[in-house]
């Protein structure tokens, strides 16, 4: 099992965020964000914590993203704003894949992903390999 926390600021955009323009004849333009500074940061985070050797079985992921406080929110209370939790695992599961944690994401079987306000910002990763038992 590899548990860790990345005290950091979470991303509040995702390389699957699309930006959209309007030119003067009223065609409609869409393109990729680049989000590589988000990713790259989370990446520097990501290395310090590269398993000795990748996972080769299934691997169940929890992530819980810590997004700081602000205003009348309270440490622990769910976070529903953008970026979707979907968007940021697909981003966090990319990098951890490129980075070697496991040898593909289709090893992962089922991940738990959850977003909070909290007083401590940051990234919380468990990852741990099924047991044959529990997949019979």
Known sequence: MTTFFMPMIPPTSTHQQQGHTVDKHGVHHFYKRNNGEAEAKLA?????HIPEQPYHGAVQVIVKWCYPIKAKHQDGEPYTNKPDVDNLCKALFDIMTK????????QIYSAVVEKYWADVPGVFVQITEAEKEELQ
């Open 44 to 48: 520097a985070h990501l290395m310090k």
């Open 99 to 106: 980075l070697h944690y496991w040898g593909d994401d289709k």
